[in-house]
């Protein structure tokens, strides 16, 4: 039924929404749950930001259907110019979002590679140590779900679907 609902008003349901809508005690509220924390909680981020690091994270991670929808999420809530550079160069220009990306770039490779390097350097650009815990969540949720998304090889719509879901999200975020 809801899936019927999402097609009627998105015109097709995508991979994650059938995944998360299937048994969605098991894997859909939970999951939603730890996203929606990361994702959508009052901090230092921005909503714009946490889409961009999700995007990020993707990217390190080699996840296409993440990599799309949430460079389409991030360039919706913020910066297209900015997103698009981020994602193609790797770098913004700024000392917080830089040192948040070599963050997201060591948490991607791995645990050994996050060093206390990375904790000072968020911090001189001004990082909260709330903030560093934030980021960390997100790194936690979108690696976990990048490899949701690629073992059962999500099919990547074109982006004019999540920018049609973007208002949704935008407003309720990620509780299924």
Request: glycine letters at 8%.
């Amino acid at each position: 039924m809801i899936l019927g609902i999402v097609r009627r008003t998105m015109g097709e349901a995508t991979d994650v929404q059938r995944v998360l809508f299937h048994r969605p005690e098991f894997l859909g509220r939970p999951l939603g749950a730890i996203t929606h924390h990361a994702m959508r909680l009052p901090g230092d981020w921005s909503v714009a930001e946490r889409e961009l690091f999700a995007a990020f994270l993707s990217k390190q991670n080699r996840c296409d259907f993440c990599i799309a929808c949430h460079g389409e999420y991030a360039s919706q809530a913020g910066d297209r110019s900015l997103v698009e550079r981020i994602l193609s160069d790797g770098v913004a220009g700024d000392a917080r979002l830089d040192a948040a990306l070599e963050f997201l770039t060591a948490f991607a490779t791995g645990p050994a590679a996050i060093t206390s390097r990375h904790l000072d350097r968020l911090r001189q650009a001004g990082v909260r140590d709330e903030a560093i815990r934030d980021l960390a969540q997100i790194a936690f949720a979108f690696s976990l779900i990048n490899r949701v998304a690629d073992s059962l090889e999500f099919r990547v719509p074109g982006p004019d679907l999540f920018a049609r879901s973007w208002p949704r999200m935008r407003d309720h975020g990620y509780r299924f």
